[in-house]
């Protein structure tokens, strides 16, 4: 199984991107390193790109057949989640409160990604 970890250099992210390599799973890491570090992401193939490029998500999603997508992309902090919302539209939803988290979902559905987490 393939699986999409954005967010995957984060806290949270990396050790899940960990723990599913460990499990044999293929794991493709989507983190802008806004707030990451390269160096969390031990397992599979990194690429570093923003999960609001809209363009990027596509090229992803078309050369990767995803099974799943464990989205972790956003701002953990919730006064710093508030403090960028206002300032840049992102939160800790990762965007504008849900539209970040049904975005994803939907290109899940569109590209028929049988799971998100
Ligand atoms: N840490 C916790 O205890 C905890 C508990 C419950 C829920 N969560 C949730 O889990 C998620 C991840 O939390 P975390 O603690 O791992 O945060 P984190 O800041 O360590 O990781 C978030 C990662 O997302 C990346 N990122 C942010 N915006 C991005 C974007 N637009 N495109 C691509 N990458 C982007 C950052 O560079 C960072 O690597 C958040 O939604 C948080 O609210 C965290």
Request: charged residues 30%.
């Amino acid at each position: 199984m393939k699986i999409l970890v954005t967010g995957g250099a984060g806290y949270i992210g990396s050790h899940t991107n960990r723990l599913l390599n460990e499990k044999g799973f293929e794991t493709v890491v989507l983190d802008d390193l806004s707030d990451g570090h390269r160096e969390a992401v031990t397992d599979g193939e990194f690429v570093e790109g923003d999960f609001g490029d809209q363009e990027l998500l596509d090229k992803l999603m078309t050369e990767n057949r995803f099974d799943a997508v464990f989205h972790f992309a956003a701002f953990a902090s919730v006064p710093d989640s508030v403090i960028h919302w206002s300032v840049s539209g992102k939160n800790i939803f990762g965007d504008e409160t849900p539209p970040a988290f049904y975005r994803c979902r939907d290109e899940c559905r569109r590209y028929e990604a049988d799971t998100m987490k």
